[in-house]
Nanobody, 117 residues
Framework: QVQLVESGGGLVQAGGSLRLSCAAS????????MGWYRQAPGKQRELVATMTSYGSTNYANSVKGRFTITRDNGKNMVYLQMNSLKPEDTGVYYC???????????WGQGTQVTVSS
């Protein structure tokens, strides 16, 4: 079992920045993806950004050019740098980990990001 713990959420004004961090509780497989999803009130959870263990990234169109996902595989960490934040970026941000070998998904408990206009 892998536990994911997010940190770094908060309240920020539009145009501001936040950096989210996620730590996995133990060493993870060498073939995997880690990333971030978000869920706004009354909406479905959606992809924000993911990054595979071999460096391939995928971003939602709405965050391209503003958000950057990075990983530290040695520390089992994934980060999301969010710049030029907009009110529509508000939501609960969830860290995710997918083990490709077992097709198993893990989720963190979520961290709230609120962007005021």
């Amino acid at each position: 079992q892998v536990q994911l713990v997010e940190s770094g959420g908060g309240l920020v004004q539009a145009g501001g920045s936040l950096r989210l961090s996620c730590a996995a509780s133990r060493s993870i497989s060498s073939f995997n993806a880690m990333g971030w999803y978000r869920q706004a009130p009354g909406k479905q959870r959606e992809l924000v950004a993911t990054m595979t263990s071999y460096g391939s990234t995928n971003y939602a169109n709405s965050v391209k050019g503003r958000f950057t996902i990075t990983r530290d595989n040695g520390k089992n960490m994934v980060y999301l740098q969010m710049n030029s934040l907009k009110p529509e970026d508000t939501g609960v941000y969830y860290c995710s980990y997918r083990n490709f070998a077992t097709s198993t998904d893990y989720w963190g408990q979520g961290t709230q990001v609120t962007v005021s206009s």
